[in-house]
Every structure is written in C-alpha cells, then in structure tokens.
C-alpha cells in the first residue's frame, strides 16, 4: 500500500503563510494522483486541491484558489501545498491522499495520510 505522511501545520496569524508536505512511501509515487482535503470542526472533509501524476494540471476548490498552490516533486515522492494569505475560515485538519486519477471526489482517493493541524487565528 502507498503510506502519507503530513507535515508542516501550526499555528498562523491571518494574512500569514504556511506550507505543509506530504511524503509518499510503498508504492511507485508517479503512478498517483495527489490531493489535499480539509476538515473543520463540525464540518465534513471537504476538497481543496489536487494534481495530476506528472504535475501538468491542477484544480482548486473556489475558497482556495488564488491563495494556494499545489507542487509535487516525484524524484522525492513529496507533494506541498502551499497556503498565502491564509484566513481564519482555513483553520481545519489537512489531509493528503492518493488516487490514480485527477479527481475532486474524496470518495475516489485510495490512500490517506494522518492530518496535520493547521490554525489561523484573528
């Protein structure tokens, strides 16, 4: 199976930044899809992005877009997510997950990571 390690969360004043990193492991990264989802409290997980197995195409959930950008680096088995301008509304639990195909469906990724805390406070 493919192993998710999030890392990179804390606590931000609004406005501020934060990048947060996913490590692959135990199986062949490239042939994976990458996305990151959120999860608020009392709240569903909800999609924020996602890339596509070589990187080529992106997709951003409308309260992120603008503010985010997801990268990936295969030769280190890593994908980031790097968050400007954050704003107390992103406060939530990070996820990142795997699939084998570009989706904003969380139902359709196959792997998932522990989560990372991310607080961005007023």
Request: hydrophobic share 30%; charged share 20%; aromatic share 12%.
């Amino acid at each position: 199976q493919v192993q998710l390690v999030e890392s990179g969360g804390g606590l931000v004043q609004a406005g501020g930044s934060l990048r947060l990193s996913c490590i692959a492991s135990g199986r062949t990264f490239t042939n994976y899809a990458m996305g990151w989802f959120r999860q608020a409290p009392g709240k569903e997980r909800e999609f924020v992005t996602t890339i596509s197995r070589s990187g080529g195409s992106t997709y951003y959930a409308d309260s992120v877009k603008g503010r985010f950008t997801v990268s990936r680096d295969n030769a280190k088995n890593t994908v980031y997510l790097q968050m400007n301008s954050l704003k107390p509304e992103d406060t939530a639990v990070y996820y990142c997950a795997a699939t084998r195909g570009t989706t904003t469906r969380k139902g359709e990724y196959n792997y998932w990571g522990q989560g990372t805390q991310v607080t961005v406070s007023s």
